[in-house]
Each structure stands twice: as structure tokens, then as C-alpha cells.
């Protein structure tokens, strides 16, 4: 299994990204699906998931309104359009799939994960 995230960079605070994870060995129609950021100093934290299962999908406080999770089936894709970014934004952002547990918030919940892309928001 691999996942391979892109699509990260530097923006202004205003500005849209959208970050995508291409997957080999896995689908993201049969296994549910995360986006987690970990800026320097601190812990891994949760920014978005979609369920397997009706498509249900599910943001932290910080960028609901914000940020909006989708998958391609036919692309194998997962993406995560982020708008309005603010610098707090800032972060390496990590996709994961394979939900191993109930809980979507959860980083030990997620089996396989990608590599990180690297999202730099400046004021």
C-alpha cells in the first residue's frame, strides 16, 4: 500500500490549496479515509475524514467551514480543498486510510498513511 501526497506549498493567508493523495494497493471506496497536519513542536491532530460507508464526512472545529474533504473512485484520489487558509494553518499535512477503529479523530486509528506535504501559510 502506498499514499502519495501533493499539492502543498506556499500561500498567502486568504489563499486555497488543494492537497491530493494518490493510492496504490488500496481504495479509498472501501476503506474510510483522513487528513491529519502536524505543525513543528506540535502533536499530530485531526482536520478531516470521510467515511466508507455513505460518504459521511467529518472536520475539526478549527477548519470546518473551511476545509472540504472529497474522494475520486475513478482517480483513486483523495483530496482536501483548504480555503481561506490562515497562518495557523500551517503544517505538514498527512493523508491516512484503513480506519482501524470507530473513532475518525483518532491517528492510531489509521492503518497506512502518506508521506506528508509540507502547507506554509504566511501573513
Known amino acids: 500500500v502506498q499514499l502519495q501526497a501533493s499539492g502543498g506549498g506556499l500561500v498567502q493567508a486568504g489563499g486555497s490549496l488543494r492537497l491530493s493523495c494518490a493510492a496504490s494497493g488500496v481504495t479509498f471506496t472501501s476503506y474510510s479515509a483522513g487528513w491529519f497536519r502536524q505543525a513543528p513542536g506540535k502533536d499530530r491532530e485531526f482536520v478531516a475524514a470521510?467515511?466508507?460507508?455513505?460518504?459521511?464526512?467529518y472536520y475539526a472545529d478549527s477548519v470546518k467551514g473551511r476545509f472540504t474533504i472529497s474522494r475520486d473512485a475513478a482517480k483513486n484520489t483523495l483530496y482536501l480543498q483548504m480555503d481561506n487558509l490562515k497562518p495557523e494553518d500551517t503544517a505538514v499535512y498527512y493523508c491516512?486510510?484503513?480506519?482501524?477503529?470507530?473513532?475518525?479523530?483518532?491517528?492510531?486509528?489509521?492503518?497506512?498513511w502518506g508521506q506528508g506535504t509540507l502547507v506554509t501559510v504566511s501573513s
Open positions: 470521510i467515511r466508507v460507508s455513505g460518504g459521511t464526512t
Open positions: 491516512a486510510t484503513d480506519l482501524r477503529t470507530f473513532s475518525v479523530c483518532l491517528p492510531d486509528g489509521f492503518e497506512y
